[in-house]
């Protein structure tokens, strides 16, 4: 099934109708589009998260500390009496951003080594892939909790954490569409015109791997995301007074007998982004790649 | 068959050996020195130089990683934990179990809830149930499971009163973290469980079984299942990683004395050979269900070990042409 997976991505991506297809076929399905619609509201959100959130992230006000939803406060206060609404506003930059760039980062370093790795074939791709399969024994979150815990914390290297964890599986979709795209022949065509290596892996292979990359980065953005909200609430992502969704959560815990708003919209926000990223993630890949679809 | 499992075992060896290596590696270059720590911030240089001596931290990377290396491997030494002094294996064989019981529990869990929704929902695909199971299996995967957990407190513990909210002291405490973590991969299975059968359904063999009057049950149980469900022991095995991840937060949302807990009170104590023990123990442990997945795939999908020894063959002829 595999190979005619890989073999499907390689023929039909390669004619420039594949993408208008595509977008076609990704029109249809409505609650992928609602999903794409409420993701870049998201992201229009987050940008113009100062002009958006009815009050600074920060500001601490003791007299309506642990309020309830009310219209002042549309999702209640914390227990500095900072407007829970507005941290969920900023909150969504700082999961966005981090879930955005530690995928970019997952892309560019397994896309390299994925490709080097198919490209090249023999001893190189052999202790590459055997490296990722070492990465992949660990589980996903324990290997970002182990970075994270060797680094100083901070923003770039909760990215690093969370993205080295994603690292193989770019890897893995490179390498395999590689090595079936190098067999074929126009890319023989453009060895025999005397294309370089560099050329005919940025030319003509990484344009016709693009389907894969683009699904499983959606779906691992909401992973990345999921993930940065663990790390978050277990004390080793985004320190306080930062505002985060996961570190909300972990603060919102020690109250949660007597004030259990505070727990409930932080968690609904990473929820909300998650289920939207899937949605869309399982839309682009019944899109991309419509033989899948049932 | 043995000789297949005896491969697939030697197999394992490289990438235990670099998964040790690389956590060694990961937590050897954290910053702060441990003699330092054991010692606190008080202590003299010379003690902490001496320290230092006695416990060989200032011998060369190298050493100390194949001393490391020796240590597991001879004699199952995870070395000692830099606060307490106490060997960390024993440490860990005390928290073990209770990850293990959470992280079985919740395999339980998501099996039961997984396979009967999505069998449920291929048999009636496009009713009510299906579209149930379809949007109950999607919110399962975007709820972040120490969210459900707190959640679950909210409403069981605070409001209803039913069950405790934290701790581990019968079995009423363990109704809560199994179901929140369980449903979380039972939605991965369910997912895989219903295209799978799905797809089995229209086979033509399942045609034929109809075809001769077999009733709609024995066909789906007797036939299309037992094809239907080779995938979703893969998925089994992954989710089994993503459970032991989770199980950390989940201990965490439970006060539940597991391993998870240990690791993360080691990082706050900067204690590294806690750290780097309890996460060799975890990752070792996650290898280890993911042979028993492959062994047990050889074992309910014959087309696997026949392909393996084809492979076989192949390659004794080639080596004998030779």
């Given at each position: 099934?595999?190979?005619?997976?890989?073999?499907?991505?390689?023929?039909?991506?390669?004619?420039?109708?594949?993408?208008?297809?595509?977008?076609?076929?990704?029109?249809?399905?409505?609650?992928?589009?609602?999903?794409?619609?409420?993701?870049?509201?998201?992201?229009?959100?987050?940008?113009?998260?100062?002009?958006?959130?009815?009050?600074?992230?920060?500001?601490?006000?003791?007299?309506?500390?642990?309020?309830?939803?009310?219209?002042?406060?549309?999702?209640?206060?914390?227990?500095?009496?900072?407007?829970?609404?507005?941290?969920?506003?900023?909150?969504?930059?700082?999961?966005?951003?981090?879930?955005?760039?530690?995928?970019?980062?997952?892309?560019?370093?397994?896309?390299?080594?994925?490709?080097?790795?198919?490209?090249?074939?023999?001893?190189?791709?052999?202790?590459?892939?055997?490296?990722?399969?070492?990465?992949?024994?660990?589980?996903?979150?324990?290997?970002?909790?182990?970075?994270?815990?060797?680094?100083?914390?901070?923003?770039?290297?909760?990215?690093?954490?969370?993205?080295?964890a994603e690292v193989p599986f770019y890897a893995r979709i490179l390498r395999s569409s590689v090595l079936s795209l190098k067999e074929q022949e126009f890319i023989e065509a453009a060895r025999c015109i005397g294309a370089s290596d560099k050329r005919i892996i940025l030319k003509h292979i990484i344009p016709n791997c693009l389907a894969p990359i683009i699904v499983q980065s959606t779906l691992g953005m909401a992973g990345a995301i999921l993930s940065v909200a663990s790390l978050s609430f277990l004390g080793l992502g985004i320190q306080p007074p930062t505002p985060e969704w996961g570190s909300m959560l972990s603060n919102a815990r020690q109250h949660i007998l007597n004030y259990p708003h505070m727990v409930v919209f932080p968690g609904l926000a990473i929820m909300l982004t998650i289920f939207v990223l899937n949605i869309l993630g399982d839309g682009l890949r019944d899109a991309l790649d419509p033989r899948l679809k049932d | 068959m043995l000789k297949f499992i005896g491969k697939r075992?030697?197999?394992?060896?490289?990438?235990?050996?670099?998964?040790?290596?690389?956590?060694?590696?990961?937590?050897?270059?954290?910053?702060?020195?441990?003699a330092r720590i054991m010692l606190g911030a008080g202590a003299s240089e010379e003690a902490v130089q001496q320290l230092r001596e006695e416990k060989g931290l200032n011998r060369p990377y190298f050493v100390q990683l194949g001393d490391y290396i020796k240590n597991i491997v001879l004699h199952g030494d995870f070395g000692e934990s830099f606060q307490t002094g106490e060997p960390v294996l024993n440490e860990i064989l005390?928290?073990?179990?209770?990850?293990?019981?959470?992280?079985?529990?919740?395999?339980?869990?998501?099996?039961?809830?997984?396979?009967?929704?999505?069998?449920?929902?291929?048999?009636?695909?496009?009713?009510?149930?299906?579209?149930?199971?379809?949007?109950?299996?999607?919110?399962?995967?975007?709820?972040?499971?120490?969210?459900?957990?707190?959640?679950?407190?909210?409403?069981?513990?605070?409001?209803?009163?039913?069950?405790?909210?934290?701790?581990?002291?019968?079995?009423?405490?363990?109704?809560?973290?199994?179901?929140?973590?369980?449903l979380h991969s039972a939605a991965s299975i369910m997912r895989m469980t219903r295209s799978s059968l799905l797809e089995v359904i229209r086979q033509d063999y399942i045609r034929t079984a109809r075809a001769k009057g077999q009733s709609e049950r024995k066909v789906i149980v007797v036939h299309a299942l037992r094809n239907a469900l080779i995938p979703v022991v893969t998925v089994v095995g992954m989710q089994f990683g993503v459970l032991l991840g989770g199980s950390i937060l989940i201990e965490s949302v439970f006060a539940l004395p597991g391993l998870g807990r240990l690791i993360i009170g080691a990082i706050g104590k900067r204690d590294r050979m806690v750290v780097q023990g309890g996460?060799?123990?975890?990752?070792?442990?996650?290898?280890?269900?993911?042979?028993?997945?492959?062994?047990?795939?050889?074992?309910?999908?014959?087309?696997?070990?026949?392909?393996?020894?084809?492979?076989?063959?192949?390659?004794?002829?080639?080596?004998?042409?030779?």
């Open positions: 099934m595999s190979r005619r997976k890989r073999a499907s991505i390689g023929t039909s991506s390669s004619h420039s109708g594949y993408w208008a297809n595509a977008w076609g076929r990704l029109k249809k399905n409505k609650s992928a589009i609602v999903s794409l619609i409420l993701l870049i509201l998201m992201i229009l959100v987050a940008i113009f998260a100062k002009y958006v959130s009815p009050y600074p992230y920060d500001l601490q006000n003791p007299a309506e500390a642990y309020q309830s939803p009310s219209a002042q406060h549309w999702l209640g206060t914390d227990n500095f009496g900072r407007d829970i609404l507005s941290r969920i506003i900023y909150g969504g930059r700082i999961s966005l951003f981090v879930g955005f760039f530690s995928i970019f980062f997952a892309i560019i370093v397994g896309g390299i080594l994925g490709a080097v790795a198919g490209y090249y074939a023999g001893k190189i791709d052999n202790i590459l892939m055997r490296t990722m399969d070492i990465l992949m024994a660990i589980p996903g979150l324990l290997l970002a909790i182990t970075l994270a815990a060797a680094f100083e914390p901070g923003l770039r290297n909760v990215i690093i954490a969370i993205g080295v | 075992l030697l197999m394992m060896i490289p990438v235990l050996l670099g998964v040790i290596i690389l956590v060694f590696t990961i937590m050897f270059y954290t910053p702060g020195d441990p005390e928290r073990f179990p209770t990850t293990l019981k959470l992280a079985s529990l919740s395999v339980l869990v998501s099996l039961i809830v997984g396979l009967s929704m999505g069998i449920l929902s291929a048999t009636h695909q496009y009713s009510w149930i299906d579209k149930f199971a379809t949007a109950f299996a999607l919110l399962g995967v975007s709820m972040p499971s120490f969210w459900a957990g707190l959640m679950a407190t909210i409403l069981f513990s605070s409001i209803l009163g039913w069950l405790p909210a934290s701790g581990s002291y019968g079995w009423k405490y363990w109704i809560l973290p199994p179901l929140v973590l369980g996460v060799l123990f975890l990752a070792l442990s996650f290898s280890f269900v993911n042979l028993l997945v492959d062994i047990l795939y050889a074992y309910i999908d014959p087309r696997i070990m026949s392909q393996y020894k084809a492979l076989n063959k192949k390659k004794k002829k080639v080596s004998k042409n030779v």
